[in-house]
């Protein structure tokens, strides 16, 4: 069954620039490993060392959240659609909780 | 290169005033051609940190008494997925995001380059005080270890005809 991956644009540099991707996959696991198969520069972006999903990255099966279905192991039906949604987060350094330390080691 | 408008940059800093002290993030909309990101829409998303059990779900933090959302954000992936699908739909492509340093530069910190992704533009606003100061965009380096300052050209508003 061929399922369309959805690739975001940090990732296309590693998938021959395309946007979506058909692979021929009957679960999530396999439709994932069948495109890093294909282009294996976007392994080290999906998956940890210990080859999992990394943690940053969020795979939606349609509009499902697949760590609410299961997991890797969600079957795939024709023509379903695998978004793969990188984490966005970021911010300040934490200086607050750094400069209560330095005061409280003035006080003491 | 990311290219933007005066008003564009206008919408970001009005947010990221808006938001403070707690940091503001959002998404750049827009196509690329050659080295130039050009934004065709800045679109204002929700930090998750406000919802600090529905963020701990995604993203645990380290240190919960010490990061909150006056110093992390993090986009709601739910969220994110409607925003790419819509932007998509209209042709746009995701060029990068934007968020706010309350009280701190304009600089990526180590937490920012620790969950950044290749390629993206990463615009930081610089709030001081309530008040926005500077913008600067940065990109990932290859190899992760640091930040390339990016080049951002803001586009004079254009006229009033007539």
């Known amino acids: ?108 | 290169m990311l290219k933007l408008s005066a008003e564009q940059l206008e919408v970001i800093h009005q947010h990221a005033a808006a938001e403070y002290p707690a940091e503001c993030c959002g998404v750049l909309l827009g196509n690329e051609a050659g080295e130039v990101k050009r934004v065709a829409e800045v679109a204002p998303l929700v930090n998750l940190r406000r919802d600090p059990v529905r963020a701990q779900e995604y993203m645990p933090l380290r240190n919960p008494d010490r990061e909150s959302e006056r110093n992390r954000y993090l986009i709601d992936p739910n969220e994110q997925l409607r925003m790419e699908k819509d932007a998509r739909a209209r042709g746009l492509a995701v060029l990068g995001y934007y968020h706010s340093h309350p009280d701190h530069p304009s600089r990526p910190s180590e937490y920012d380059r620790e969950h950044a992704w290749p390629w993206y533009s990463y615009l930081i606003v610089a709030v001081e005080k309530g008040t926005p100061r500077d913008s600067r965009s940065w990109v990932l380096a290859p190899d992760r270890s640091d930040f390339h300052l990016e080049w951002l050209e803001i586009e004079k508003a254009k006229p009033a005809t007539g």
């Open chain 1, 1 to 108: 069954m061929a399922v369309k991956v959805i690739i975001p644009t940090p990732l296309r540099q590693y998938a021959a620039k395309k946007e979506s991707i058909d692979v021929e996959a009957s679960t999530v696991g396999e439709a994932l490993s069948g495109l890093t198969t294909q282009y294996s520069g976007l392994r080290r972006h999906l998956y940890n060392e210990e080859g999992k999903i990394r943690s940053f990255v969020n795979v939606y099966l349609n509009d499902e959240d697949i760590r609410y279905l299961s997991k890797e192991q969600t079957p795939v039906k024709e023509n379903d659609v695998l978004s793969i949604v990188p984490s966005i987060a970021g911010g300040a350094p934490s200086s607050r909780a750094v400069s209560g330390s330095i005061l409280r080691c003035i006080c003491s």
